[in-house]
């Protein structure tokens, strides 16, 4: 047998898994991690995926793949906001999802499947889950903290809270303390329909309720209090496996090329000296956000480098950089398209990073030690940057938007500054704590042996 042949061998043992992820960056990353963490295990996985957004198969040897025939076109799904694209995907994606689980049920190509694991974002497989009588069990791919909002939301509805004005906005919210309503999920959605959201989001709250048991990639240390609060919520098996990405890295799911070339420029930085500045595979700033970004940048005289994602600013396929700022920042930047974020943030010239508080990145920058300037948009970023700043005090967030001024501050706070030595060694610690729980004996391991166990028993 060559050794593909065995490889493709492989693939049909084990215990039959059927993961189906949400196909967003965010998403599909830290379920592919669990699909290689739980094919470590011993089960044999199958990912059924949307062919919007489709993970690269040939990156994945040792899983098969199931394309949901039909669905939403690349054109149709780019024309949309993200609320109503994940809205669409659930309408549109549950009768064709329903044919081909059946299929697989049928003709079993595969073996009989134990249990269908769903984002829980993709809230319509638990309808299909019943009909075709497969336990399901989700995972949610970011924080608990930010889960714990969203099961707020119709009590904050209830109360007029998740649209409040202006002025209200750094007023504590009595009901979810810390946060305050400017750090509602609800806020930085501008463009979409309140209604969807409140729908999707308790659709969700809803399939998490009735799930079988819910995986976390989050970790006990970081959020045991919020943890145990939704374990008594939500009375079904809790499984807190995170950080997911230390098993396995997120390369082989980037839905864009990474250019790896910014790692040579790093290796030539001084230690600690690098702020790495990314907001995602989602966001798109303002024109003016951008200029002051870039300012902000330049007068900070840190050495920096800047993801800049096509499509990132409102209205262009590129970016127009400001006069003046190339000659002023010479020798101490480099902006890429896409970069391997992983590798970036593990280097040791990298001593800082802006980010839009997205749960991945805000685990990949925990696991490095390395502390963040926040920049929340929208949904679960907002709750991530509250706690980063607030409770962890592992960064400091941006308050007033940006404005250059303020974000070169806040630069060097994170990065020189002795105000920001005690954030600095903070984050340290947490990254020590975060490598014990991943470690044997450790809450993680635990966790995951506890999955693989229950996943058996089903
Ligand atoms: N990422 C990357 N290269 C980049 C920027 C981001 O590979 O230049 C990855 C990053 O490592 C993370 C994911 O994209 O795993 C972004 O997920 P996150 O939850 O932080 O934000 P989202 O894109 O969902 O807003």
Known sequence: MTEVEEMQDQKYQGPHLVLIPLPLQGHLNPMLQLATLLHSKGFLITIVHTQFNSPNPSNHPNFNFEPIPDGLSDDRAAAMDIIMLVAALNVAYKAPSEELLRRLVLENPYGPIKCIISDAMMHFTQDVASILNIPRVVIRTSSAISFAAFTAFPLLKQKGCLSVQDHQLK????????????????NGLATCDPDTLYHLVTHMVDGVRAASAVIWNAFDYLERTTLTKIQQDFPIPNFPVGPLHKHASSSSSSLLPQDHSCIAWLNKQAHGSVLYVSFGSLVAMEESALVETAWG?????????????????????????????????????????????????????????WT??????????????????????????????????????????LENGFERREIEQAIKTVMVRNDGQEMRARIKDLKENADRCLRKGGSSYESLNSLKDYILSL
């Open 171 to 186: 007023a504590p919210v009595p009901e979810l303390p810390p946060l305050r309503f400017k750090d509602l999920p609800s």
């Open 297 to 353: 940048l330049a007068n900070s005289d840190q050495p920096f480098l800047w993801v800049v994602r096509p499509g990132s600013v409102h209205g262009s396929d590129w970016v127009e950089l400001p006069e003046g700022f190339k000659e002023k920042t010479k020798g101490r930047g480099l902006i890429v398209k896409w970069a391997p974020q992983q590798e970036v943030l593990a280097h040791p010239a990298v001593g800082g990073f």
């Open 356 to 397: 839009h508080s997205g749960w991945n990145s805000t685990l990949e920058s925990i696991c490095e030690g390395v502390p963040m300037l926040c920049s929340p948009w929208f949904g679960d970023q907002r709750v991530n940057a509250r706690y980063v700043d607030h409770v962890w005090r592992v960064g400091m967030e």
